[in-house]
């Protein structure tokens, strides 16, 4: 679904839909046009409620000297404009831990200053209204869905505070996740589970939705990959139908999940499934030729495949609930049957990299498309270097094409690119150099950081893995998260969005030669413009948000006087000086044919 735009002169508002968020993105044809711009006013009307106006974190010094609506606070974005010519709003960020799903109407008004610098009222003859149906994400047979992650936000603290946890003390592999977790700021107590619903997002509700189907239909069958297993409600599920003689399950045996002198959790769920198991449930340990690193329900009906769950999700509390992970659902028999082969072929290879390499699987692009699978291509290591170098010299050929092109973008988010081998990572790297294209992306390598830089069009470069982060007010501190690997954990890449072209690479795959020729993995390509462009949102978001704590990092902001204990995050802006500007030069970039935010608007608006 292209995105909708709505225009009532000379504003053009665009509404990109997600995954159960929205991009809005707004355009004004040229300087003049924008000529004493205050920002921009967006109120939300979900469905059945009130509608609301979106905060900013800022306001005005003296709002008294601003048209003001007495009934809104002061950094209403009616009393306080934005002052971005793009916005994304998730429902269930702020209002509420329950998203909102349905027709949500979004008005944005252009606001202006007069000739003294004050802005005016409100002018709802210059409003655009466009309505979203916000929900998960579903194109015909292929659902979507995303861990919302984001421990280091202001959301997070705000619905679980500063010190939320995500397991209790000790390690116990199952635990009863509707126990208290915590306090937040508000003395509102919650549960692991409530942390666990809004964390996991909708790649929570994708995972589950699957087991409980599994569980709750006694004609259906579960075939397993898994590489970290210890989220104490999928393993509940997942000894239940052990119980039941209703599932199978190929776990990764490396030394990170395997130890038989100090058993990890992998090796305690092999212990309990094994006593649960009754006929027609079994569990085989193994690791090609380095990691069984699939992450994959197949689901099944009289032995024929029905749908299939892949994608970068481990089915752990750190990659549901912490890591920045995709799953994906093929409701497809014809897809679900392929992956249904290769765990066959796993199973009876005793998950060796040899046996798999003599698979006719190994070597092979399999084509997924059909009426309910978009254009898709999937290919399942480990491979021969050959096919290996091949498939990955192939992604980079699609990001040089875009480079190519006028008006190219790539967007991504990859667990690592600052080790490994294999052409892609150089690839990525070096991205952001090149000043013909929009470039946007993450990683969690702490080196080769390129953040947006005024007056420039390169790409921006971001790590998921700020260091010594201390936000200036009125932001809240964020938590630093001892003992996790990774916050990005994606593996995608998004080749022209908007484009006639798209393409979006995703799955469980590193995008390195070693994991290609090593692992067990699955990687996908979709040819699609509405896939492409929700993991596009997915990569803004990621980075713009680590793009802050990369510059609070880097960057100490002059700490302010001591704020009282109980200070609201505007009272602690004001106390540091930090206002709303009340001129037009905020937007100047934004016309700036040699700045970044002047492709931004372009591109998006």
């Known amino acids: 679904m292209p995105p909708k735009a709505h225009s009532t002169q000379p504003l053009t508002v665009k509404a990109y839909r997600g995954d159960a968020k929205t991009l809005l993105a707004f355009n004004l044809p040229d300087r003049a046009s924008a000529k004493d711009l205050a920002g921009f006013t967006i109120q939300c009307q979900p469905p059945g409620q009130p509608a609301f106006y979106l905060q900013n974190n800022l306001r005005f010094e003296v709002p008294g000297q601003h048209a003001q609506v007495a009934t809104e606070p002061a950094t209403s974005s009616i009393n306080a404009p934005f002052h971005k010519f793009r916005w994304l709003h998730i429902p269930g960020t702020f209002q509420g831990t329950k998203p909102t799903f349905g027709p949500n109407v979004y008005t944005v008004t252009p606001r202006f200053f007069d000739g003294a610098?004050?802005?005016?009222?409100?002018?709802?003859?210059r409003s655009v209204s466009v309505t979203v149906d916000v929900q998960?994400?579903?194109?015909?047979?292929?659902?979507?869905?995303?861990?919302?992650?984001?421990?280091?936000?202001?959301?997070f603290v705000h619905h679980f505070g500063l010190k939320a946890v995500?397991?209790?003390?000790?390690?116990?592999?199952?635990?009863?996740?509707?126990?208290?977790?915590?306090?937040?700021?508000?003395?509102?107590?919650?549960?692991?589970?409530?942390?666990?619903?809004?964390?996991?997002?909708?790649?929570?509700?994708?995972?589950?939705?699957?087991?409980?189907?599994?569980l709750n239909d006694k004609s259906l069958h579960l075939d397993v990959f898994a590489y970290d297993l210890n989220e104490p409600d999928v393993i509940a599920v997942l000894l239940q139908l052990a119980k039941q003689g209703r599932v199978r399950v190929i776990l990764?045996?490396?030394?990170?999940?395997?130890?038989?002198?100090?058993?990890?959790?992998?090796?305690?769920?092999?212990?309990?499934?094994?006593?649960?198991?009754?006929?027609?449930?079994?569990?085989?340990?193994?690791?090609?030729?380095?990691?069984?690193?699939?992450k994959v329900f197949i689901v099944s009906k009289n032995s024929a495949a029905t749908k299939v769950l892949t994608g970068s999700t481990n089915f752990s509390v750190t990659g549901m609930y912490v890591n920045a992970n995709h799953v994906l659902v093929f409701n497809d028999p014809k897809v679900a049957a392929k992956y249904q082969d290769v765990f066959n072929a796993s199973w009876s290879g005793n998950v060796k990299g040899p046996a798999f390499l003599q698979d006719p699987l190994s070597a092979a692009t399999f084509n997924a498309t059909s009426k309910l699978t978009p254009q898709s291509e999937i290919t399942f290591s480990p491979h021969a270097s050959t096919f290996a170098e091949q498939i990955l010299d192939g992604l980079v050929a699609r990001i040089q094409q875009e480079e190519k092109t006028a008006h190219g973008s790539v967007l991504f988010a990859v667990m690592e690119i600052g080790t490994?081998?294999?052409?892609?990572?150089?690839?990525l790297q070096k991205l952001h150099e090149n000043q013909q294209i929009f470039s946007y992306g993450i990683s969690d390598t702490t080196s080769g950081i390129e953040l947006y830089a005024p007056g420039k069009t390169t790409g921006v470069l971001v790590t998921g893995k700020p260091t010594k982060?201390?936000?200036?007010?009125?932001?809240?501190q964020v938590p630093v998260?001892?003992?996790?690997?990774?916050?990005?954990?994606?593996?995608?890449?998004?080749?022209?969005?908007?484009g006639n072209n798209p393409v979006t690479y995703c799955g469980s795959s590193n995008l390195a030669l070693g994991g290609e020729e090593s692992n067990g993995d699955n990687l996908i390509a979709?040819?699609?413009?509405?896939?492409?462009?929700?993991?596009?949102?997915?990569?803004?978001?990621?980075?713009?948000?680590?793009?802050?704590?990369?510059?609070?990092?880097?960057?100490?902001p002059k700490a302010p006087k001591r704020a009282p204990k109980f200070a609201s995050k505007q009272q602690l802006a004001v106390s540091a000086g930090w206002f709303l500007s009340t001129t037009d030069q905020w937007a100047a970039p934004y016309f700036n044919p040699g700045d970044l935010h002047c492709v931004d608007r372009e591109l998006f608006g």
């Open 252 to 294: 990764d045996d490396a030394a990170l999940h395997h130890s038989g002198s100090s058993p990890r959790p992998e090796d305690e769920f092999e212990a309990l499934f094994t006593k649960a198991a009754q006929r027609g449930a079994a569990i085989l340990r193994g690791h090609f030729k380095r990691y069984a690193h699939d």
């Open 136 to 155: 998960p994400f579903k194109t015909k047979g292929l659902e979507l869905g995303f861990t919302r992650g984001f421990m280091q936000s202001q959301a």
């Open 166 to 214: 995500l397991r209790p003390k000790g390690n116990e592999l199952q635990f009863d996740t509707s126990a208290v977790s915590g306090t937040n700021n508000q003395g509102q107590t919650y549960t692991f589970a409530e942390e666990y619903d809004w964390s996991g997002f909708t790649a929570r509700a994708k995972i589950f939705g699957i087991l409980n189907e599994v």
């Open 420 to 427: 490994g081998t294999g052409p892609v990572y150089p690839a």
């Open 526 to 556: 979709i040819h699609d413009g509405d896939v492409a462009t929700v993991f596009a949102i997915e990569a803004l978001a990621l980075v713009d948000h680590f793009e802050f704590l990369d510059r609070s990092a880097t960057t100490k």
């Open 481 to 498: 998260i001892p003992g996790v690997g990774h916050q990005v954990h994606h593996k995608f890449v998004v080749c022209g969005f908007n």
């Open 117 to 125: 610098g004050a802005l005016l009222p409100i002018d709802r003859g």
């Open 469 to 476: 982060s201390q936000l200036p007010p009125p932001f809240d």
